[in-house]
């Protein structure tokens, strides 16, 4: 029993502005790890990143990152700065390479573990990026660092995102 695809469009779009809020709502935090890993961030908006991928495939999940990264950037005027192209690489990889585990690897990854490899992307994409920018491959040793803040916080993802699709799920409504 399909849905139609008005209602598929509706929820995607509001996956998309839960996506933005969560994106606009975290950079408005105080991090107090920001003395330690400038620019760490708690990656909250890749639970509607992983939802989606289980629900909707991966097409549509690394549609939202892009629209989630572009938006979210207008709005806070960061758009065509580092730290869009950061957050955009990020999101994008993470959300390309979790629907890839996701749909090829799934017997072998949980959510959880799904979206600890999608943590790594996407400091691994956004380090990508700032070697492009700086032009110096150096910045790759920052990446331990990032990954002792991002693992928690990529773990929570998944977890919240299992708990999210153990009582919600798209297919099931």
Not at 114 to 123: F, K
């Amino acid at each position: 029993m399909g849905y139609s695809n008005t209602r598929r469009v509706v929820y995607l779009g509001l996956a998309t502005g839960l996506a933005m809020a969560l994106h606009i709502f975290e950079g408005l935090l105080p991090m107090p790890t920001d003395l330690i890993v400038p620019g760490f961030k708690l990656g909250l908006a890749n639970i509607v990143s992983l939802y989606v991928v289980v629900n909707f495939g991966t097409r549509d999940a690394v549609l939202i990152s892009i629209l989630r990264t572009t938006l979210g950037s207008l709005m806070a005027g960061t758009f065509m700065t580092p730290t869009f192209f950061f957050s955009f690489a990020g999101g994008v990889t993470s959300a390309l390479i979790m629907g890839l585990v996701y749909k090829y690897a799934s017997r072998f990854f949980s959510l959880l573990g799904i979206s600890l490899v999608g943590a790594v992307t996407h400091n691994v994409a956004q380090l990508l990026v700032a070697s492009i920018v700086i032009e110096t491959v150096g910045i790759f040793g920052y990446l331990p660092y990032l990954l002792f803040f991002a693992l928690p916080t990529g773990a929570f993802v998944g977890l919240v995102t299992a708990q999210v699709q153990k009582y919600y799920s798209f297919r099931e409504s």
